[in-house]
């Protein structure tokens, strides 16, 4: 064999080699960029357990415990945040890698500053991610998985998001407390209802009793014990009021506003709603302090918020924040109910 062919074999077995040698790595780099950028978990029903950590030492834990979301154990946890962080689990997905030489910046901030998230199924760790800042554009946010194999981080974060979403994910993955805490005050659907209690502290005359003898069948009394004229559908119409009740926002218990609130002489009104099992559910109203913003925005010398009141619910064990356009369709005298002449 002439010695050009040998060499001609030669050259080719060494390129073939090299090219196999470069489909293998390719290959391998691809598996493991798809590794590292499996963020989105689409089965959200087999989630019963999430747990979210930052920087800062906040961290909480959500389950799911005979069918509810619970806020560490002792809290329902918010119907509409819940369904936000199972839906944005389903969907992120990855937008663009990080550039390299945008990287090492990246992950410095991430160090300092990301949401870490644990997410479990029937007691397994099934996904494990950090969730980071924001793009410049506001369009997109970093995030960077770990190996549950190895439970080491991969190294290349990426820029997520959501299509058709324009915005950014991190505010989803919050970890305050009372964020999560669900705000409902009241919710009783009227034919579980026995008795409807009014007490207006700072007008007693006004107060009354409503007795639901059935959803047909109603009485309504002074608080010691005079009956009192009344259109049915009036009646009628106020019972659906306590279907579902909601505050604005949660407040810390152990706060001193929280304090100061269970330290009023009175609240200027009590709601104590008795259902057919005798059980009782109080809700307790407070004056809220008008502001000199306030005022001035509506040029009226207000002693109180016009707008919002302070709520004592879930039998004096938790505060709130409420809006007088929710709870003040509840907040009617007997002569409310009085029939029109």
């Not at 989105?40 to 989630?47: C, L």
């Not at 969730?131 to 190895?150: A, K």
């Not at 915005?167 to 669900?182: C, M």
């Not at 604005?248 to 709603?273: G, M, N, R, W, Y």
Request: glycine share 4%; with cysteine.
């Amino acid at each position: 064999m002439k010695k050009s062919s040998i060499f001609l074999i030669l050259i080719l077995a060494l390129l073939a080699s090299v090219s196999i040698y470069f489909y293998k790595t390719k290959n391998n780099s691809t598996t493991l960029d798809k590794e590292a950028s499996n963020f989105r978990y689409k089965d959200t029903a087999q989630i019963d357990k999430i747990f979210l950590a930052d920087k800062d030492g906040k961290s909480l834990t959500l389950e799911k415990i005979n069918g509810v979301w619970m806020l560490n154990n002792t809290y329902k946890a918010r119907p509409d945040i819940m369904e936000t962080i199972l839906r944005t689990i389903a969907n992120v997905e990855i937008k663009s890698p990080v550039s390299k030489q945008g990287k090492e910046n990246v992950i410095k901030l991430m160090s300092s500053k990301s949401i870490k998230v644990e997410i479990y199924s029937q007691g397994d760790k099934i996904k494990q991610y950090y969730v980071g800042h924001t793009t410049q554009d506001h369009l997109g946010t970093y995030m960077l998985l770990t190996n549950l194999e190895t439970n080491q981080n991969y190294e290349e974060p990426f820029i997520t998001h959501i299509p058709g979403f324009d915005g950014f994910l991190n505010t989803r993955y919050v970890t305050d407390e009372l964020e999560w805490r669900d705000r409902l005050v009241l919710a009783i659907r009227p034919p579980q209802i026995k008795y409807i209690k009014m007490d207006f502290h700072e007008i007693p005359d006004s107060s009354y009793v409503i007795d639901l003898i059935s959803m047909q069948r109603f009485s309504l009394k002074s608080l010691n014990g005079k009956a009192i004229p009344f259109d049915e559908h009036k009646i009628k119409q106020f019972i659906a009021y306590f279907l579902n009740v909601n505050c604005e926002t949660v407040l810390d218990q152990k706060s001193a506003l929280a304090d100061s609130i269970s330290k009023q002489a009175l609240p200027f009104a009590t709601i104590t709603i008795t259902d057919r099992n005798q059980k009782e559910q109080s809700v307790s109203l407070y004056h809220k302090k008008a502001t000199m913003k306030k005022n001035v925005e509506y040029g009226v010398d207000y002693k109180y918020d016009p707008d919002r009141l302070y709520v004592k619910y879930n039998n004096n064990q938790a505060f709130g924040i409420g809006q007088f356009y929710v709870f003040g369709k509840m907040l009617q005298t007997y002569a409310y109910f009085l029939p029109n002449k």
